[in-house]
């Protein structure tokens, strides 16, 4: 029978059924969660979190580097092939195929290491960089200007702690070895001093890292390593 209206106000006063009102909820609850999923889902590909591993077989990576030392910025590493390595153009070009340059390996030790180069860190937190010859520079020594300094390691203007040699550059880093003073003038890349054969301007084709000359080793030049540039050089 139809309602009068008086049976229709009082049925809308008693509201919906309860069991109803659950469906609807129980509906809506589902619905936020579908969209929020697909949301963060989309927010996921956009932006994936960033790679903390080190670089794995098929893999080729690009990492900025610059070396400053008293005052002046270190001629850039010239072309050596090898797993991790540069071409002369201020990069470390990382594309590891072997164990022994993948994942952990795949640091920055390795990569000074195929210029014969160590920079490490000792157990109270002192950092030294040995060169080709075995002139070394650590925390504490000084410039010609008689201040000591302290090794500064950066990765996109932002301090990295711990042991240099086992930072693992990723695509896109910029990174920056600065013990003393910034400067614009170069300083001679020792490794192209102990190996002229592969030193920029060399008419010889780059191969595999020479091995090291421990006979008869070439010494930096005198003083090379404390020479600090003019007060109006620009930093």
Same mark, same amino acid.
């Given at each position: 029978?139809?309602? #009068?209206?008086?049976?229709?106000?009082?049925?809308?006063?008693?509201?919906?059924?309860?069991?109803?009102?659950?469906?609807? !909820?129980?509906?809506?609850i !589902?619905?936020?969660?579908?969209?929020?999923?697909?949301?963060?889902?989309?927010?996921?590909?956009?932006?994936? /979190? /960033?790679?903390?591993?080190?670089? +794995?077989?098929?893999?080729?990576?690009?990492?900025?580097?610059?070396?400053?030392?008293?005052?002046?910025?270190?001629?850039?590493?010239?072309?050596?092939?090898?797993e991790?390595?540069?071409?002369?153009?201020?990069?470390?070009?990382?594309?590891?195929?072997?164990?022994?340059? #993948?994942?952990?390996?795949?640091?920055?030790?390795?990569?000074?290491?195929?210029?014969?180069?160590?920079?490490?860190?000792?157990?109270?937190?002192?950092? +030294?960089?040995?060169f080709? #010859?075995?002139?070394?520079?650590?925390?504490?020594? #000084?410039?010609?200007?008689?201040?000591?300094y302290?090794?500064?390691?950066?990765?996109?203007?932002?301090?990295?702690?711990?042991?240099?040699?086992?930072?693992?550059?990723?695509?896109?880093?910029?990174?920056?070895?600065?013990?003393?003073?910034?400067?614009?003038? +170069?300083?001679?890349?020792?490794?192209?001093?102990?190996?002229?054969?592969?030193a920029?301007?060399?008419?010889?084709?780059?191969? !595999?890292?020479?091995?090291p000359? !421990?006979?008869?080793?070439?010494?930096?030049?005198?003083?090379?390593?404390?020479?600090?540039?003019?007060?109006?050089?620009?930093?």
């Open positions: 029978m139809p309602k #009068t209206r008086q049976q229709r106000r009082a049925a809308a006063r008693r509201g919906v059924n309860p069991r109803r009102k659950g469906t609807i !909820v129980l509906l809506v !589902v619905t936020v969660l579908l969209v929020g999923g697909g949301a963060f889902g989309a927010y996921s590909v956009l932006h994936p /979190p /960033p790679i903390t591993r080190g670089a +794995i077989a098929g893999e080729h990576w690009h990492a900025s580097y610059k070396i400053y030392i008293c005052g002046k910025r270190m001629q850039n590493y010239p072309t050596v092939e090898g991790l390595h540069s071409h002369g153009d201020g990069f470390l070009h990382i594309h590891p195929s072997s164990p022994q340059y #993948t994942g952990d390996n795949a640091n920055l030790g390795n990569f000074l290491l195929l210029y014969e180069t160590t920079f490490t860190q000792d157990a109270k937190g002192h950092r +030294i960089m040995t080709p #010859t075995g002139q070394s520079l650590k925390d504490g020594d #000084t410039c010609s200007n008689k201040k000591h302290k090794w500064i390691f950066t990765n996109k203007g932002k301090a990295v702690k711990g042991d240099p040699a086992k930072f693992l550059p990723h695509n896109g880093d910029v990174l920056v070895m600065q013990f003393g003073p910034k400067g614009s003038a +170069i300083l001679p890349n020792p490794y192209s001093i102990k190996h002229p054969e592969v920029p301007g060399s008419t010889t084709v780059p191969g !595999v890292t020479p091995g000359d !421990v006979s008869q080793p070439n010494p930096i030049p005198s003083g090379l390593l404390t020479q600090t540039p003019p007060p109006s050089a620009t930093p």
